[in-house]
T-cell receptor
Framework: DAGVIQSPRHEVTEMGQEVTLRCKPI?????LFWYRQTMMRGLELLIY????????DSGMPEDRFSAKMPNASFSTLKIQPSEPRDSAVYFC?????????????FGAGSRLTVL | KQEVTQIPAALSVPEGENLVLNCSFT??????LQWFRQDPGKGLTSLLL?????REQTSGRLNASLDKSSGRSTLYIAASQPGDSATYLC??????????FGPGTRLSVLP
């Protein structure tokens, strides 16, 4: 398996523009997570899905952020409009189930810079 | 609400030393604990996973232990090498709260 695949790897945009980040989880993984990492706040959970259904979006900072998972192999995280404080690395991760033996696998991340 | 802390925040050691990284969590109702490594500008790589029923796991020069009752885990790195330089994060798998991460320990191994 190619692992968790994220795109784009780097995105530079101007304030007010729409940003869409994409994630392909590992096949067969029922859970998908979106995290944001900054120096100040570390790794924060934004939202997670189970079988394509959003379960907990309490970490989404505000209405400018939205996430979808239209099918088991694809998820998007959208920011509209973007602001400089959204600059961070956004990670997608997946795991088969919430059980003791299942590893959480991360993608390489999408580094977002909002000017 | 689960809270995870890691001590020390940063550590610098000469090559060859054995070292211990610490992870503490407040809620013992966990189903596993994972240690991750993150290189600068890279994603997180899983190093070791300890299930709640286990006490320790080993992989090469790495050994992770878990004491649920005291809310602690340690990552032991034997004979450290410059290539071990990275940030190490622990993550606790919680029933009902999914995964909660610590802030990480930034390790530098000097040649």
């Amino acid at each position: 398996d190619a692992g968790v695949i994220q795109s784009p790897r780097h995105e530079v945009t101007e304030m007010g523009q729409e940003v869409t980040l994409r994630c392909k989880p590992i096949s067969g993984h029922d859970y998908l997570f979106w995290y944001r990492q900054t120096m100040m706040r570390g790794l924060e959970l934004l939202i997670y899905f189970n079988n394509n259904v959003p379960i907990d979006d309490s970490g989404m900072p505000e209405d400018r952020f939205s996430a979808k998972m239209p099918n088991a192999s694809f998820s998007t995280l959208k920011i509209q409009p973007s602001e400089p404080r959204d600059s961070a690395v956004y990670f997608c991760a997946s795991t088969p189930q919430f059980s003791g033996a299942n590893v959480l696998t991360f993608g390489a991340g999408s580094r977002l810079t909002v000017l | 609400k689960q809270e995870v802390t890691q001590i020390p925040a940063a550590l610098s050691v000469p090559e060859g030393e054995n070292l211990v990284l610490n992870c503490s969590f407040t809620d013992s109702a966990i189903y596993n604990l994972q240690w991750f490594r993150q290189d600068p500008g890279k994603g997180l790589t899983s190093l070791l996973l300890i299930q709640s029923s286990q006490r320790e796991q080993t992989s090469g020069r790495l050994n992770a232990s878990l004491d649920k009752s005291s809310g602690r885990s340690t990552l032991y790195i034997a004979a450290s090498q410059p290539g071990d330089s990275a940030t190490y994060l622990c993550a606790v798998g919680n029933y009902g709260q999914n995964f909660v991460f610590g802030p990480g320990t930034r390790l530098s191994v000097l040649p």
